[in-house]
Protein backbone atom coordinates (compact mmCIF):
# COMPACT_ATOMS: atom_id res chain seq x y z
CA UNK A 1 0.00 0.00 0.00
CA UNK A 2 1.05 3.72 -1.00
CA UNK A 3 -0.13 6.98 0.56
CA UNK A 4 0.64 9.86 -1.67
CA UNK A 5 0.09 13.45 -0.35
CA UNK A 6 0.27 16.64 -2.65
CA UNK A 7 1.00 19.56 -1.48
CA UNK A 8 1.88 23.40 -3.82
CA UNK A 9 -1.21 24.06 -4.85
CA UNK A 10 -2.64 27.73 -3.87
CA UNK A 11 -3.67 30.72 -5.64
CA UNK A 12 -1.29 32.50 -7.98
CA UNK A 13 -1.33 34.93 -10.93
CA UNK A 14 -1.12 34.05 -14.34
CA UNK A 15 2.29 33.57 -15.89
CA UNK A 16 3.65 33.06 -12.24
CA UNK A 17 5.01 29.21 -10.83
CA UNK A 18 4.02 27.14 -8.37
CA UNK A 19 5.70 24.10 -7.32
CA UNK A 20 3.65 21.02 -6.44
CA UNK A 21 4.98 18.30 -4.50
CA UNK A 22 3.66 14.50 -3.84
CA UNK A 23 5.02 12.63 -0.88
CA UNK A 24 4.61 9.12 -0.27
CA UNK A 25 4.90 6.47 2.24
CA UNK A 26 6.79 3.12 1.39
CA UNK A 27 10.26 2.43 1.13
CA UNK A 28 9.41 1.12 -2.20
CA UNK A 29 8.86 4.49 -4.21
CA UNK A 30 11.57 3.75 -6.59
CA UNK A 31 9.61 0.92 -7.94
CA UNK A 32 6.96 2.68 -8.96
CA UNK A 33 6.61 5.12 -12.00
CA UNK A 34 4.87 8.06 -10.78
CA UNK A 35 2.29 10.95 -12.83
CA UNK A 36 0.35 14.02 -12.41
CA UNK A 37 -3.21 14.71 -13.40
CA UNK A 38 -5.50 17.45 -13.94
CA UNK A 39 -9.05 17.71 -13.57
CA UNK A 40 -10.68 21.38 -14.47
CA UNK A 41 -13.81 22.01 -12.98
CA UNK A 42 -16.71 20.20 -14.94
CA UNK A 43 -13.84 18.11 -17.01
CA UNK A 44 -12.26 14.95 -16.33
CA UNK A 45 -9.05 14.24 -15.11
CA UNK A 46 -6.16 14.40 -17.27
CA UNK A 47 -2.52 13.45 -17.80
CA UNK A 48 -0.37 16.25 -17.38
CA UNK A 49 3.62 14.59 -17.00
CA UNK A 50 4.76 11.52 -16.00
CA UNK A 51 7.94 10.01 -15.15
CA UNK A 52 10.01 6.90 -15.29
CA UNK A 53 11.11 4.75 -11.68
CA UNK A 54 14.89 6.56 -12.83
CA UNK A 55 13.91 9.69 -13.46
CA UNK A 56 15.81 9.29 -16.85
CA UNK A 57 12.24 9.03 -18.85
CA UNK A 58 9.66 11.59 -18.43
CA UNK A 59 6.68 12.54 -20.64
CA UNK A 60 4.10 15.55 -21.09
CA UNK A 61 1.28 16.56 -22.55
CA UNK A 62 1.50 18.93 -25.29
CA UNK A 63 -0.04 21.93 -23.40
CA UNK A 64 2.38 21.94 -20.94
CA UNK A 65 5.89 21.28 -23.03
CA UNK A 66 8.21 23.60 -21.85
CA UNK A 67 5.94 25.12 -19.26
CA UNK A 68 6.25 22.54 -16.33
CA UNK A 69 8.85 20.16 -15.28
CA UNK A 70 8.11 16.86 -13.62
CA UNK A 71 11.00 15.08 -11.41
CA UNK A 72 11.45 12.96 -8.23
CA UNK A 73 13.79 12.37 -5.35
CA UNK A 74 13.61 8.52 -4.51
CA UNK A 75 16.17 9.30 -1.55
CA UNK A 76 13.22 11.28 -0.31
CA UNK A 77 10.36 9.11 -1.49
CA UNK A 78 8.49 12.51 -3.52
CA UNK A 79 7.99 13.28 -6.87
CA UNK A 80 7.57 17.18 -7.81
CA UNK A 81 5.97 19.31 -10.39
CA UNK A 82 7.72 22.73 -11.25
CA UNK A 83 4.83 24.83 -13.38
CA UNK A 84 5.94 27.99 -14.87
CA UNK A 85 3.93 30.30 -17.05
CA UNK A 86 1.21 29.55 -15.34
CA UNK A 87 -2.28 29.68 -17.30
CA UNK A 88 -5.97 30.22 -16.55
CA UNK A 89 -6.58 27.01 -18.13
CA UNK A 90 -4.16 25.69 -15.78
CA UNK A 91 -6.42 26.02 -12.70
CA UNK A 92 -8.08 22.74 -11.07
CA UNK A 93 -7.19 19.85 -8.96
CA UNK A 94 -3.77 18.35 -9.40
CA UNK A 95 -2.93 14.85 -8.69
CA UNK A 96 -0.05 12.65 -8.43
CA UNK A 97 -0.39 8.92 -8.81
CA UNK A 98 1.68 5.83 -8.28
CA UNK A 99 2.24 3.17 -11.51
CA UNK A 100 3.48 0.07 -9.59
CA UNK A 101 4.87 -2.08 -13.24
CA UNK A 102 7.34 1.09 -14.07
CA UNK A 103 5.00 2.20 -16.94
CA UNK A 104 5.17 6.16 -16.98
CA UNK A 105 1.81 6.34 -18.90
CA UNK A 106 -0.39 8.55 -20.33
CA UNK A 107 -3.60 6.56 -19.15
CA UNK A 108 -4.90 7.24 -15.79
CA UNK A 109 -6.36 3.59 -15.44
CA UNK A 110 -3.43 2.03 -15.43
CA UNK A 111 -2.34 4.11 -12.45
CA UNK A 112 -2.56 1.99 -9.11
CA UNK A 113 -2.62 4.77 -6.31
CA UNK A 114 -3.81 8.14 -6.14
CA UNK A 115 -3.26 11.26 -3.72
CA UNK A 116 -6.02 13.35 -2.76
CA UNK A 117 -5.31 16.28 -5.14
CA UNK A 118 -4.12 19.96 -4.25
CA UNK A 119 -6.17 23.02 -5.80
CA UNK A 120 -4.18 24.93 -8.10
CA UNK A 121 -6.16 28.19 -9.11
CA UNK A 122 -4.54 31.04 -12.22
CA UNK A 123 -6.33 34.26 -11.71
CA UNK A 124 -5.82 36.03 -15.12
Known amino acids: QVQLVESGGGLVQAGGSLRLSCATS????????MGWFHQAPGKEREFVAA????????SYVDSVKGRFTISRDNAKSTVYLQMNSLKSEDTGVYYC?????????????????WGQGTQVTVSS
Open 51 to 58: ISRSGLHT
Open 97 to 113: AAESHGLATMDPALYDY
Open 26 to 33: GRTFSSYA
